[in-house]
């Protein structure tokens, strides 16, 4: 890992924080958007120093969306627990002063177009030369060479050209997955690639680059489930989407989730239609029974509350959940249980923070410090 005198450390740290897994490793972010950041968020999670390299004026993504005072809520999400330093690469001496950070940085993560670093003479030849020993990580849309090399990559632009789209829409009309969730997938695989690439490095010393497209992501992420249409070689059936598990109740709506036969025979029980079950064991295509199955049982559900069903699934071992709000999950008892989020300070005052999922031998990584001002950390950062 880096030698930690090598850069001045002064990572904030509040109470929450404890010994984490990547201490000691130093991370330079040049990203903007969600992909990058969100991956080196994580990373600052996990015990980083993650030094966040910004433009003169700060970071264009900072006030997007939901704000407060300048600062975007998205923004503040993916972007607490570093530290933030202003470079102006467009010129010789920002240029300088980010290879003089590289130099000694054991990752970096950068989410230009292809050919942005290499026009910043950044190039990964220059890189590899600069610091032997340093992670690269280049997220990008669709990969560094053929037709889409250079084009622009947004979240939803990735969900139409991979079929999320299609695939989410109802009644013939397409519809975008909310909530930038190529953005953050990428990211947690940007994640994954680099701890890989730390473990390699241990064994051989030295760095390297990782390329990582958003489009090749989703192709992995979705293949399990949504192409079993087309995982077996010349199969051409069409794609059906899966049968709804909200069901409507009288007063609002539940979630069920029988995965298998005996579930499903308890699902019917629960619902006082027992009788059914021979019916639904003729049935030789899978597809259609459960269209069938759900079919039936939401027409049985709409009888009676949520509240009853909720307590008569549970009675008989039935997989079903309430349809929370957001603020219902906030307040979730389980949720307080597992203690999932706190709030820290951040410049505009305290601030909801989730903490890392995983736990270290009980250890909680909860938010080490909100997101920084811009430049916040200039004096303290080395690199000049």
């Known amino acids: 890992m880096s030698d930690p005198q090598r850069l001045d450390r002064n990572v904030p740290v509040t109470s929450s924080s404890s010994q984490r897994p990547l201490d000691g490793v130093v991370v330079v972010e040049t990203s903007s958007f969600l992909t990058g950041p969100f991956a080196a968020m994580m990373l600052a999670d996990l015990g980083a120093d993650v030094i966040k390299v910004e433009p003169p004026g700060g970071d264009g993504f900072r006030k997007f969306g939901h704000n407060r005072d300048g600062f975007g809520a998205s923004w503040t999400n993916a972007n607490r627990g570093k530290r933030s330093v ?3 690469l467009k010129t010789e001496e920002g240029t300088r002063r980010l290879k003089n950070l590289i130099a000694t940085a054991d990752i970096l993560v950068e989410n230009w ?3 942005v670093a290499a026009s910043l003479g950044l190039g990964q030849d220059v890189l590899g030369s600069l610091n032997p020993r340093l992670i690269r990580l280049s997220i990008n849309g669709f990969g560094d060479t053929g037709a ?9 632009l990735i969900q139409g050209r991979t079929g999320i789209v299609a695939a989410e829409g109802r009644n013939g009309k397409p519809a975008v997955t909310p909530f930038n969730m190529v953005d953050k997938v ?3 695989f940007g994640v994954q690639a680099i701890l890989a690439a730390l473990y390699e490095r241990e064994k051989t010393g030295r760095g390297g680059h990782i390329k990582l497209p958003m489009l ?3 192709g992995y992420f979705n ?5 079993q ?3 077996f070689e010349g199969d051409t059936s069409a794609w059906k989407p899966p049968a709804s598990q909200v069901l409507e109740t009288s007063d609002g709506f539940v979630v069920i989730s029988p995965a298998n036969g005996a579930q499903m025979s308890k699902t019917l029980n629960a619902i006082d239609r027992p009788q059914w079950k021979d019916e639904f064991k003729q049935m030789r ?3 259609a029974m459960a269209e069938e199955f759900f079919r039936r049982v939401s027409e049985v559900v709409k009888e009676r509350d949520t509240a009853f069903w909720l307590a008569r699934f549970e009675a008989l071992d039935v997989p079903a959940a309430p349809v929370f709000s957001l603020d219902e999950y906030l307040n979730d008892t389980q949720v307080q249980n597992n203690r999932v989020f706190e709030f820290v300070d951040s410049p505009v005052g305290p601030i909801r923070t989730a903490r890392y999922p995983a736990t270290f031998d009980e250890r909680r990584l909860a938010a080490r410090s909100g997101p920084p001002s811009i430049g916040e950390h200039d004096q303290d950062i080395g690199g000049h």
């Open 223 to 227: 293949f399990p489930d949504m192409f």
């Open 186 to 188: 990428t990211g947690v």
């Open 216 to 218: 090749d992501v989703m």
């Open 148 to 156: 889409l090399a250079n084009a622009p990559a947004f979240d939803s």
């Open 86 to 88: 202003v470079i102006d």
């Open 285 to 287: 295509d899978p597809v």
């Open 229 to 231: 249409h087309r995982t």
């Open 113 to 115: 177009r292809p050919r």
